[in-house]
């Protein structure tokens, strides 16, 4: 598989180009910095230079993919403007891409709050106004989409063990690898489209937890 993650050089993003390389895929990596291509090259992925806010149209870069994931993010020390540009902006932008060019497989690292933006003060309205527009527009576009929304990201080695639930509305933490982990599972679950799921840390093996994403619990 094909995959182009957008903001390949980013804690998680970087970690699922590492995993995607190692089971075999093309891991492609959109970034802006030329001199981040050689982390890419060292994780077994391909580097791709371009940035999101700048260029019109993310067409060039999603060619040939058969699966996009949006992994990038203005990041915390960011005003709103970035917010609409980066959180909001590159994730329609890739949404518009994968559309016109019928790559249908999306995976989105939206945020846990992004159901309920209103209730968020200060910085974080603005940021999780973005996730929340981003993702209401990916679910229109009629792609194959999986909303991941994690809760707070650390750097703690990962686990293996998650809490993945589509009940939204939940608070806790969980590690870039984890989350690394259920995107990397995500792609190879079809049946998983359609679906907004929040992750945190927990007791279910990754591969378990993707398999009974989007079936009935009893
Ligand atoms: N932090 C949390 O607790 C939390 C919780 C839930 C969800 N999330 C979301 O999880 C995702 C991944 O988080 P993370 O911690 O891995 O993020 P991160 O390390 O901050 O990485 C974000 C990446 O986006 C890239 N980016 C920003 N503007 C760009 C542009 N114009 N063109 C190309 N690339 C650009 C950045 O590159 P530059 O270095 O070039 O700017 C960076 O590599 C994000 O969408 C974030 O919003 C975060």
């Known amino acids: 598989m094909d995959v182009l993650v957008v903001g390949g050089h980013g804690r998680v993003g970087i970690r699922l180009l590492r995993l995607l390389a190692a089971r075999g895929h093309r891991a492609r990596g959109l970034i802006r910095k030329p001199e981040e291509a050689a982390d890419l090259e060292a994780a077994g992925a391909v580097p791709v230079i371009g940035d999101l806010e700048a260029e ?24 709103p403007e970035r917010k609409r540009t980066v959180d909001l902006g590159g994730a329609v932008k890739l949404t518009d891409a994968a559309a016109a060019l019928g ?64 009940e939204l509305g939940g608070t806790g933490r969980v590690p870039r690898d984890d989350v690394a982990a259920v995107l990397a599972e995500l792609l190879a679950a079809p049946h998983t489209a359609g679906v907004t799921a929040e992750l945190f840390s927990g007791d ?3 591969a378990e937890a993707v398999r009974a994403l989007g079936r009935a619990t009893p």
């Open 56 to 79: 019109p149209s993310l067409e060039p870069y999603v060619k040939g993919a058969d699966a996009v994931v949006f992994a990038a993010g203005a990041g915390p020390g960011s005003g």
């Open 103 to 166: 790559v249908r497989r999306y995976l989105m690292v939206s945020s846990i709050g992004a159901d309920r933006p209103e209730s968020a003060t200060g910085p974080m309205r603005a940021y999780l106004e973005a996730k929340a527009e981003a993702d209401r527009y990916l679910a229109a576009s009629g792609l194959d989409y999986t909303i991941l929304r994690p809760g707070s990201l650390t750097d703690d080695p990962g686990t293996g063990r998650v809490r993945l639930t589509t």
């Open 204 to 206: 279910v093996p990754v």
